[in-house]
């Protein structure tokens, strides 16, 4: 059985020790934590700076055996500096995390292939993975682009790609761009549904993609088909913000839907 991931804007609302016990209560076996925030004055998880947080998270990671999978998020710019976020990757070692979600916000491949080699080399003493993400409103907009940015950079060994079922419903990737890409750079993917389709504007996909995603066969997207080209073993990341919905019935209970409805989709219930 694959394992699942708590993501972090599924239950955006708890803190670090609060998404670990919802998390052990709702049978997801990890995490996934925004100590970060993915844009500047968004919001984000405290951890970094708070040494009770940590302690209580360390503790509340003992008693239950749920583990950090990912950690969001490092976005690469123009004006990029792996060592700008040194504090995150102290905290992935602290919490035995296994991978960094990577943004791009530059659309000249050369150089940001050269900034993601540099993350990957800061990144690999602490055992993290740097994967990256592709989104249609950002410098790296389908599976392919994403490819190409690795080879550039000399696919280190702890490059990744995160595919993300909502961006593949809303870009030009296709099934065989997912099926062709190559397994060692798969280290867990995103699962959700919407409508799928190129006809959103950029702040229709933000917005849905931050704050209103649908339950795995609420949607249009071809979820099914999407896992059956990624390895079946491939770790999944529960991301299905819904706010309305997680307002009327709770973190929690949001969260256990979104991880039945994952399952049951890929038959894993």
């Not at 670090?16 to 076996?29: D, N, R």
């Not at 943004?103 to 940001?112: E, I, T, V």
């Not at 994403?146 to 993300?164: C, T």
């Not at 993917?189 to 950029?202: E, K, M, R, S, Y």
Request: glycine share 6%; with cysteine.
């Amino acid at each position: 059985m694959r394992s699942y991931s708590l993501a972090y804007l599924t239950a955006s609302r708890a803190s670090v020790p609060q998404a670990i016990a919802i998390a052990a209560q709702t049978g997801y076996g990890f995490v996934g934590l925004r100590l970060q925030p993915n844009a500047p004055g968004a919001p984000f998880q405290a951890f970094i700076d708070d040494a009770a947080l940590q302690r209580e998270t360390l503790a509340r990671m003992a008693d239950t055996g749920v583990q950090v999978f990912d950690l969001e998020i490092i976005r690469i710019g123009e004006h990029f500096d792996p060592a700008a976020h040194r504090a995150l990757m102290d905290a992935g070692a602290a919490l035995k995390a296994r991978a960094v979600l990577v943004a791009a916000d530059d659309s000249d491949a050369q150089r940001l292939a050269q900034h993601y080699a540099q993350l990957c080399e800061s990144l690999r003493p602490y055992g993290l993975s740097a994967d990256l993400e592709f989104m249609p409103w950002t410098g790296v907009k389908d599976a392919q682009a994403a490819l190409r940015v690795i080879d550039l950079a000399g696919r280190p060994a702890n490059a990744g790609i995160l595919v993300d079922a909502l961006h593949f419903g809303r870009s030009t990737t296709r099934l065989a761009d997912i099926a062709a890409l190559p397994p060692q750079l798969l280290h867990y993917a995103q699962i959700c549904d919407a409508q799928a389709g190129l006809h959103f504007t950029t702040e229709e996909m933000i917005f849905h993609a931050r704050q209103q995603r649908m339950l795995p066969g609420e949607g249009t997207i071809d979820v099914q088909g999407l896992f059956a080209a990624l390895p079946a073993d491939i770790p999944v990341s529960v991301e299905i913000p819904e706010v309305q919905r997680a307002a009327q019935i709770g973190d929690q209970a949001w969260a256990a839907l979104a991880l039945q409805a994952s399952q049951r989709l890929l038959g894993d219930a």
